[in-house]
Nanobody, 115 residues
Framework: QVQLVESGGGLVQAGGSLRLSCAAPGIWFSFAAMRWFRQAPGKQRELVAFITSGGNTNYPDSMEGRFAISRDNAKNTVYLQMNSLKPEDTAVYYC?????????WGQGTQVTVSS
């Protein structure tokens, strides 16, 4: 069972920044599409950012250009840079890897933005 490992969450004031990391074991990483999702209490899990194996990125309009996803294939790691954070960004953030028909998830990392 492949387990992704997220880190970098924490408590930050509104307007601040955080960078999340997701480490993915395995030589398949460079071939995988990677996504960040988040889930706030009482809400559905939503897509935050997407990056292809080739490094192309895509974001929902709702992210308003404040988030940036990147990857370092040499380190088997994907990142999520989050700027201008708002209290409504408070959620558990999950990393997802899609490789062929396989989908892998991390355990999530809590991000809390105080007003």
């Amino acid at each position: 069972q492949v387990q992704l490992v997220e880190s970098g969450g924490g408590l930050v004031q509104a307007g601040g920044s955080l960078r999340l990391s997701c480490a993915a074991p395995g030589i398949w990483f460079s071939f995988a599409a990677m996504r960040w999702f988040r889930q706030a209490p009482g809400k559905q899990r939503e897509l935050v950012a997407f990056i292809t194996s080739g490094g192309n990125t895509n974001y929902p309009d709702s992210m308003e250009g404040r988030f940036a996803i990147s990857r370092d294939n040499a380190k088997n790691t994907v990142y999520l840079q989050m700027n201008s954070l708002k209290p409504e960004d408070t959620a558990v953030y999950y990393c997802n890897a899609q490789y062929g028909s396989n989908n892998y998830w991390g355990q999530g990392t809590q991000v809390t933005v105080s007003s």
